[in-house]
């Protein structure tokens, strides 16, 4: 059998550090700000593989994560998927319920947690879920009180070897692994083979993709949680590009002082951080002069943000993709004949979900399995499939049967595609609501409010926000005397119990009946058209992001 | 098993047939200027697939093409692989003697050729080499008379539906071949997989590859029977770019004038070609507006090309690969901080082999199988492996055992490497001369000659050429009483039995003693080091190039 040799992350590594050894990576800590280069990473990457060893973490383990975006982290990214063992990186954002269920489908030996979130990691322990984890690694050079069997990183990996000789490793092995809230069941785990990994890679740096080069500075503001920052720790790698961290919790303010003095030239991140900016600069003065590209994906990209960047002389790149996807299927750019159109027009493209990159095949199959034409109008579940697309969950064949056909995976988003290719999603098959780039499972929010005794049927839909994309609203038939007054704080309570508090409805509202499809099913699209209204949820969603309330 | 779909060619037609219908696909005929575009060359590579189909061609047959540059050649660089067989490309410069053993080697069932080259493949005509062919199909829509098989191209195609079910193939499958002329015995056949045509493709897509893009307009002048020209076609397919196809023999003018018309931004050949441009430049003006970089390759690009062309405001971009790599190894592009540099200092990294592309890995190996340091003085041989570079020959275990090791292809190029990273041939440890692109073995021209009574030893070595950067020069140790000045005559008779004119030395010398190594060998090194003097082959090569000579 001829052929190369096996597609893995180590040859990335091996050059940026070898050809780009003074190219930094900077990173924003409670301390300030810390950088160190390329040859210092290499080590620092060796280190911790050397420290798994010597801790007797499995070859092939998974090792879980449970940080904000910063250096340490990063490190992680090579160090595990490097020496054999797979990176799971988990959401702190979710119910403490699911990362029960998720460490323990995982049975990760080993949690790399950081010390702000060490509270939320005690509020979601639980002895059963987390008996497989034989280590706790805090990401600083001490531990906070905590009642977790935890040492500090730099302990950890302090006195191991600088160098660590990388295996040759088969394409086919798991790498990564990333969870993702489904409408029902527990999340559904996504594995990411080296090959993905490699793959993925390649696809964001060609120009049609997010085009990285080694005169990048690359911020991503898009949690390392979530499918690996989009993938951007590995790209900025593999092109040699200086890598930017924002962090825990940044705000505009620091976004943009990272923005000014790193001078970040590709960004990326939800839309409810650039709406975040833009707010911040009403009132400040942000040099913006360095950077080229924001990278808008998680939800849909407003058009007043794409215009007020264009204004800026900033190009937003819209990117749709999924947690299955690794996670890039398709970048909004425009086609070289669309370069002398209006801005108004412009702006209209660059809204889209956009152009699947090289690699990626797509199609639209309608009600009836069709496929639909690219004429704007016509829509149609969204199919596809590639070398950076999962065939399959982890561990959950019935999942499987549901989402995956003849090697298609079948996106759950309804979309069109106009004449020029571009896609733009219209409607979702499964019933979710993306608050700030998070997910929410209406379903579930459903089941918890009708086990109140008050409550015949309820329903949750999201409704358009402004800052958060989406809002929970429910719906609610009560029984006969109920009184609606006090169940709404009896029902919020209850949803308190099990759920963080950006996953609360920011409206109940009663009615008579749920409106129902002709086969019985609540027909929630019924309910989003009459209530498409930001009115409904203004000023009453929290305060703080989700990010921001952990 | 997680893992997305395979990595094959299919995707990247799919894409830019769907999402470019209207990008131009242009090609210099004997006729003028053809042109079509994508939704008509997604028709013609469905038609030869079905007609391949009819013909009874096995599913998975090897196919050859004897073709220069042009849009039907281009067609079965989709036709060919993405039916599931694989495209042969053979260059028609080599010896009939290749040819015939490339041919019967491949067990090709059908032989797609040029008009212009029939008589060629006739003379290499020989009816055991070819018995294999069952149908030889004349690129153009007439066949010359001639005494082969032979059907027209647009009679063979013609009928046949104009779509395809593109099958779901194996990335593993065998989708080209190429062969490589070494230093002693046969021609090696190196074959590309799916996945290294898909993995190549995507590498020279990167900014640190070619940076191909869908602004961009790609005319390949390096042969298509040349590791499919680079692999451009694939690329320029992938990127939804614009291709321009100069037909057979271009002339200087017949380039500058595809330049200006075509609107080209990004073109590559060997060297001789662009000196033949710049010479044509000093009477005729030539308008370079468009053109934004030059690939140099498959012989080192002169410093003198790279300063005249920058003075231009074209960009040489000085390429290294191998047959056995897809081909592309290393590109010399600047890092970010050479950009401030002197315009002398950048042209000096320029004509560097340059930094090896994301994806591969590299080691220098001296002759104590050490690592060497990366000081720019110290060499030795270059190893490689990477995704799209072979671990293997085409049936020839032999051959395998000498040019791989644990992975590694052993490139048997000298180089060293500068503390930037930059790699530099200064060597090779193959007896091998480049005339203008194409290999001359110089052990088959020092056996030939040996071969003649009145020689006792005989060696050759490449000098330094202006135009065509090496040329063959003999040097011979006659026999007692052998008479030089006849010997001259007869050995250039003798060579030009069995190998095309360009091969010839264009100087025989005659010595009292090859000099020798200590165990004995022949010490080129030495020969050349002595004679590494334009000035011996100036006004001798023959005028014209191996290209136009055929």
Redesign the interface.
């Known amino acids: ?7 893995t992350l ?3 590594l ?2 940026t550090e ?3 050894p003074d190219t930094e990576i900077v990173s924003r800590t409670a301390d300030g700000i810390k950088r160190y280069d390329y040859t210092d990473y290499g080590k620092r990457v060796a280190q911790p593989a050397n420290a798994l060893e010597d801790a007797d973490i499995t070859s092939d383990a998974r090792v879980g994560t449970f940080c904000w975006n910063h250096a340490r982290h990063f490190e992680t990214y090579f160090s595990i998927p490097s020496s054999g063992r797979q990176l799971h990186t988990i959401n702190p954002l979710l119910p403490d319920e699911h990362i029960q269920y998720i460490v323990e489908n995982a049975v990760d030996e080993l949690l790399f947690v950081d010390p702000s979130l060490l509270g939320k990691l005690e509020s979601s322990h639980d002895a059963d879920a987390f008996s497989s984890v034989e280590q706790f690694v805090v990401m600083g050079d001490a531990v906070p009180e905590t009642t977790l069997n935890a040492v500090d990183y730099e302990s950890f990996i302090e006195g191991h070897a600088t160098e660590y000789d990388w295996p ?1 490793l088969s394409e ?1 092995k ?1 790498a990564g692994l990333c969870y993702t809230s489904g409408t029902t069941g527990k999340p559904k785990g ?4 080296q ?2 990994l ?2 993925h ?3 964001t ?4 993709g997010l ?5 990048d500075v690359v911020m991503p503001v898009v949690p390392m949680f979530h499918v690996n920052a989009w993938g951007m720790p590995f790209s900025a790698t ?3 590009a200086k890598h930017v961290y924002p962090g825990p919790s940044p705000t505009p303010e620091d976004i943009a002082q990272l923005i000014e003095e790193e001078r970040v030239t590709i960004t990326a991140g939800v839309p409810t951080v650039w709406l975040g900016l833009l707010e911040y600069m009403e009132d400040n003065t942000v040099d913006l002069s360095s950077l080229e590209e924001i990278v808008i994906g998680g939800s849909a990209a407003p058009k007043s943000v794409i215009k007020k960047f264009d204004d800026l002389g900033v190009d937003v790149l819209h990117a749709w993709g999924m947690t299955e996807m690794s996670p890039i299927g398709s970048v909004a750019r425009l ?2 004949e669309m370069e002398d159109w209006s801005p108004d027009r412009q702006h209209e493209k660059q809204g889209k979900q956009g ?2 990159v ?4 797509f199609r639209v199959i309608d009600e009836n399995g069709e496929e639909v034409p ?1 004429n704007g109008d016509d829509f149609g579940e969204l199919w596809v ?8 969950y ?1 561990e959950r064949p019935e999942a499987n049967e549901e989402d995956f056909e003849d ?1 298609w995976l079948k996106t759950g988003d309804v979309v069109s595609v106009d004449s ?2 571009y896609i733009t999603i219209v409607d979702r098959t499964k019933d979710v609501i993306k608050s700030g780039g998070e997910w929410i499972s209406s379903v579930e929010l459903e089941n918890a409010l009708m086990a109140h005794t008050g409550v015949a049927e309820a329903t949750v839909i999201g409704v358009p926000h402004d800052r958060w994309q989406e809002r929970p609203v429910a719906f609610v038939v009560p029984t006969d005397n109920t009184d609606e007054e006090s169940i709404t704080e009896e029902l919020l309570e209850l949803l308190g119990e099990d759920y963080p508090k950006w996953w609360l409805p920011d409206e109940i509202l009663f009615i008579d009946e749920v409106p129902k499809t002709a086969t019985g099913k609540f027909s929630k699209k019924d309910l989003r058209e009459e209530y498409n209204d930001s009115s409904l949820v203004e000023g009453k969603a929290p305060e703080e992001s989700a990010r921001e309330s952990e």
Chains 1, 2 share one sequence.
Request: hydrophobic share 30%.
């Open positions: 059998m001829p052929g190369g040799t096996d597609q180590r040859p990335f091996w050059r070898r050809l780009y040759s086919e798991s996504v594995e990411y083979t090959k993905m490699w793959t890679t390649m696809a740096l060609t120009p049609q085009g990285i080069d080694d005169s593999a092109a040699g086609k070289p152009l699947m090289p690699g990626v095949e690219w499939r590639g070398p950076w697309i999962t065939t399959e982890f090697g020029d290719g």
